[in-house]
């Protein structure tokens, strides 16, 4: 069945540092990707998605690209705020008769330090 | 925003107790799924209701089951609660006439059952 590995946390990084989140996927078929972000005590909220091979997605300076050979969709921020403190979940879904369900990863925990 | 609404926000019951949820979507989501997101994990897929009929269960017993209503709410019930219920129960739905693949959380439920 279709899977999503990603990276363990808490990554604890400093203010303006790069960030990088290791997320590597297996499906069946072509599945689109995408990473969420949760903050505390709050519901998921759509970062970014990528639909087919190379595309890249993007939003708030978040990056990740869809690397089919690879079968990775890792995240980047250039320069992460405090703001960016969440955690992230990394997730795949492919469109069948039953339904697209979203398929998860673990979740990795951010922490921005001032 | 998503638009996507849950109720209520915070319930605890005692083992052995049932427990229905709510959701509401925007107009024209005609899609709704229920995830559950146990402490420190990745959301795991309950099922997928599509105009008003089950679309794809994860690995959950019958106990959990579902409602979707012609005004775009639906429900998730459970029935003889166990302590492992606990979570934070989130909705999620799709909106027509877009791409089917990206699912637009609400806030969550967050149940304890003690």
């Known amino acids: 069945g279709d899977s999503v590995t990603q990276m363990e946390g808490p990554v604890t990084l400093s203010e303006e540092a790069f960030l990088t989140i290791n997320c590597t996927y297996t499906a069946t078929g072509y599945p689109s990707l995408f990473w969420y972000v949760q903050y505390p005590g709050e519901g998921l909220q759509l970062l970014l998605k990528?639909?087919?091979?190379?595309d890249k997605g993007s939003n708030k300076g978040f990056e990740a690209t869809y690397r089919k050979e690879t079968t990775s969709f890792h995240l980047e921020k250039g320069s992460v705020q405090v703001s960016d403190s969440a955690v992230y979940f990394c997730?795949?879904?492919?469109?069948?008769?039953?339904?697209?369900?979203?398929?998860f990863g673990g979740g990795t925990r951010v922490l921005v330090k001032p | 925003e998503t638009g996507v609404t849950q109720s209520p926000t915070h319930l605890i019951k005692t083992r052995g107790q049932q427990v229905t949820l709510r959701c509401s979507s925007q107009?024209?989501?005609?899609?709704v799924s229920w995830y559950q997101q146990a402490l420190g994990q990745g959301p795991q897929f309950i099922f997928q209701?599509?105009?008003?009929?089950?679309?794809g269960r994860g690995n959950f017993p019958p106990r959990f089951s579902g409602l979707q209503f012609p005004n775009y709410s639906s429900e998730l019930n459970v029935n003889a609660l166990e302590l492992d219920d606990s979570a934070l129960y989130l909705c999620?739905?799709?909106?027509?006439?877009?791409?089917?693949?990206?699912?637009?959380f609400g806030p969550g439920t967050r149940l304890t059952v003690l």
């Open positions: 999620a739905s799709t909106l027509a006439g877009t791409s089917t693949d990206t699912q637009y």
């Open positions: 990528a639909t087919k091979a190379d």
């Open positions: 997730a795949l879904t492919e469109l069948k008769a039953a339904g697209n369900k979203l398929t």
């Open positions: 107009s024209g989501h005609n899609t």
């Open positions: 209701y599509y105009r008003e009929e089950e679309n």
